[in-house]
């Protein structure tokens, strides 16, 4: 995992730099905005990937349009009702998925805030706290060393 997360704060803070530097975009299709996108949709990829091969069973966090897609098929089948198991594996998954939902929405909204604030800058705020992820999990990995030194 800390491999997939060094890879992806690596591209994030390509992106970053990018967007910085040459956005705000005038032209879309021109090569700095392509490139820019290419490597954020890169970094997202492996986020996709470390989620799929990691977190199995949490709802995707990089797939909406499969979550909401799959509320709308949870919350069809329980108005139509669903024998008992079947209700409780939709309930749950429901569950899961409408907190996923709503966690993108609150971050949708944190990063036009942050945009209308910070302008392009707003790009650093992610690799920033990738780079907080890696340093947690090296200190975890350090804890988890020491306590089974005698």
Known sequence: ??????????????????????????????????????????????????????????????IMTGTTTQIMMDIGDLMHGLAPDKAGAARGRLAQMTVSAFAFAVGCTLGALMYALLGALCFWIPPALVLGALSMRAALADAEIHARLP
């Open 1 to 62: 995992m800390s491999t997939l997360l060094a890879a992806q704060l690596a591209l994030m803070i390509l992106g970053a730099g990018l967007a910085t530097l040459f956005g705000p975009f005038s032209n879309a299709d021109g090569y700095a905005a392509v490139l820019t996108g290419l490597v954020l949709v890169a970094a997202m990829a492996i986020q996709n990937e470390a989620h799929r091969a990691h977190l199995p069973s949490a709802p995707p966090s990089t």
